[in-house]
């Protein structure tokens, strides 16, 4: 009789605890749709922050945020680095003319990397140095990964209109369409934390922006 019943209570433990995973694998995803609806990329949104969420603990909009920020920078660096390689690689065809669309890419990344950069500390310094500063930090945010977003663009724009091998124009075009969807997503998610800051401080929206 003991035999018989240990299979049947290791299978309703393991069943069990396949069915805690999986609720709280959903609501993980809940939470997740719920904070990217106001993306552009939703799907890439939940996506990218799901990995970083804990079966246990809800991360809070600004923490989201700097993951999204994270992980768009992760990307501009390997866009930088595959760049690197296909300039490196033009050099030694000596074939000048590919490689100036390349290098005003790289230059563009390059620049893209130091904003993303320059973001995320800015989100950090939120907070530590008084509301009073939360207009200047919100608006530097906003302009770097807005920047990051035009960079994107001009490359891929350039890259299409240049004379490159049509399979490097499909590599370059597919890197920095998803560095610009992560930037997209990163300045929606920034915007959702910033506007639960402002309610829950009482910060009211400025009649001018300050740029950096």
């Known amino acids: 009789m003991t035999q018989a019943v240990l299979p049947l209570l290791v299978i309703s433990v393991t069943i069990l605890g396949f069915s805690t995973i999986v609720e709280s694998h959903s609501r993980a995803r809940m939470y997740l749709e719920l904070q990217c609806r106001s993306a552009l990329y939703r799907d890439l949104c939940v996506q990218t922050l799901l990995p970083y969420v804990s079966k246990t603990e809800l991360p809070s909009p600004r923490l989201l945020t700097q993951v999204s920020l994270a992980s768009c920078l992760s990307k501009a660096r390997f866009t930088k680095i595959y760049l690197n390689m296909v300039a490196k690689k033009l050099n030694e065809t000596e074939n000048l003319g590919n490689n100036q669309a390349i290098e005003e890419c790289l230059q563009q990344i390059s620049d893209g990397v130091n904003q993303i950069t320059q973001a995320f500390k800015e989100l950090q310094q939120i907070g530590k140095d008084g509301d009073e500063n939360f ?56 915007s959702h934390f910033a506007t639960r800051y402002r309610a829950s401080r009482g910060i009211k929206n400025p009649k001018q922006k300050f740029l950096s």
């Open 135 to 190: 207009v200047w930090h919100e608006s530097n945010v906003q302009t770097w990964v807005s920047d990051v977003l035009t960079d994107a663009t001009t490359c891929i724009d350039g890259i299409l209109k240049g004379k490159i091998d049509r399979r490097e124009q499909f590599m370059i075009k597919a890197r920095f369409l998803n560095v610009k969807q992560l930037a997209s997503n990163s300045l929606a998610m920034f």
